[in-house]
């Protein structure tokens, strides 16, 4: 499974103190048991004195396979451990519109 594959990659390459994988094709119109769409909040301390771009770069040179082959669309959310105790939750995914829809 792919969401099963993701948590292993993120788990080996950071050490996280909280990962939460989330597959949010159900959102989508996808055919039912999609493994398309996914919310990764990732909080490490290796992203101590990094930028919020640096630590999406990192989470995609990880996932580079995942994100050419299998995943159609994913949103990061990266924390220090500092910042994860201010809030201790990633926004909420928004509603898909569809790709296809007219409004």
């Known amino acids: 499974m792919i969401q099963q594959r993701i948590e292993h990659k993120l788990n080996e390459a950071f050490s996280p103190k ?3 994988v989330l597959n949010e094709s159900y959102m989508h119109n996808v055919p039912p048991g999609s493994e398309s769409h ?3 909040v ?3 301390e290796q992203f101590n004195d990094q930028r919020l771009i640096e630590r999406h ?4 040179s990880v996932l ?3 994100l050419a082959n299998h995943i159609h669309a994913l949103a990061i959310h990266t924390y220090t451990e500092a910042e994860w105790a201010e809030s ?3 926004p909420t995914s928004p509603s898909c519109r569809g790709g296809s829809q007219i409004g």
């Open 18 to 20: 909280h990962l939460e």
């Open 88 to 90: 201790m939750t990633a």
């Open 38 to 40: 996914f919310k990764v």
């Open 57 to 60: 770069r990192s989470i995609n």
């Open 42 to 44: 990732v909080v490490s």
């Open 64 to 66: 580079a396979d995942e």
